[in-house]
């Protein structure tokens, strides 16, 4: 059983920066970050294989760095340069069969239950 914890959410000031991760990926699979604000779809943000090939959505390239720490299982998000529209609760997401880094969540079977990030 493949249980994600997302962690360190919170609230910021526009400009501000902060640093999500989450625990419990696999070592090869395709992992990714998404959100979704209230009323709003869920938008994919970033994603990474395991030849850490990335995907990014433009409206966070070059703000937001997605990474991966194999021997610890773990995921990353870091967030510089927030803006009020990045508020949203945002998600982790891997699958073991994906080969390519996508933003398309419905190939990802194993989601976390999300941290909440609010930019004020």
């Known amino acids: 059983h493949v249980q994600l914890v997302e962690s360190g959410g919170g609230s910021v000031q526009a400009g501000g920066s902060l640093r999500l991760s989450c625990e419990g990926t696999g070592r090869t699979w395709v992992m990714a970050w998404f959100r979704q604000a209230p009323g709003q779809e869920r938008e994919g943000v970033a994603s990474?294989?395991?030849?850490?090939?990335?995907r990014y959505a433009a409206s966070v390239k070059g703000r937001f760095t997605i990474s991966t720490d194999n021997a610890k299982n773990s995921l990353y998000l870091q967030m510089n340069n927030l803006k009020p529209e990045d508020s949203a609760m945002y998600y982790c997401?891997?699958?073991?069969?994906?080969?390519?880094?996508?933003?398309?969540?419905?190939?990802?079977?194993?989601w976390g239950q999300g941290t909440q990030v609010t930019v004020s």
């Open positions: 990474i294989d395991s030849l850490s090939s990335t």
């Open positions: 997401a891997a699958d073991p069969r994906v080969v390519s880094a996508t933003l398309e969540d419905w190939v990802y079977s194993f």
